[in-house]
């Protein structure tokens, strides 16, 4: 992942949340201490199925958002100069946004509210 986009250091912070509910998940599932090579490969498979997904969707943002900002093509020199700073920097959040309310988060932590007027995570929309 480019570092101009900034997602990378986010991305492996939630890669590790996601690995964590998984494993809480496991042990919490499991009488046996410590989890079996199969528990510990499934944890593994479940945490790639989730994390690679997202990754991917934050990767492909990451790569136009560089080759954007690189001028790599014609277009892409077009999107830069004329087309981005047309859109404003709202929509600019906004694709954020939708970027990161899917992330991940300790699900065995309790998250204070969301001050009114920012975002609630996916997950936060969808127990209420």
Not at 90 to 96: I, N, P
Not at 102 to 111: E, I, N
């Amino acid at each position: 992942m480019t570092p101009n986009f900034a997602f990378g250091g986010n991305t492996a912070i939630e890669g590790a949340a996601t690995l964590c509910n998984s494993l809480v998940k496991a042990l919490d599932a499991s009488l046996v201490r410590p989890l079996s090579q199969l528990a510990l490969s499934a944890v593994f498979q479940e945490y790639q199925e989730k994390h690679k997904k997202r990754v991917k969707k934050i990767f492909t943002a990451s790569y136009y958002f560089t080759r954007m900002q690189a001028w790599d093509n014609v277009i892409m020199r077009f999107v830069a100069q004329y087309v981005a700073p047309w859109l404003g920097d709202k929509l600019v959040a906004d694709f954020t946004a939708t970027l990161v309310k899917p992330g991940s988060k300790l699900d065995y932590v309790t998250v204070p509210r969301h001050a009114k007027g920012t975002r609630a995570f996916d997950d936060e929309v969808e127990a209420h």
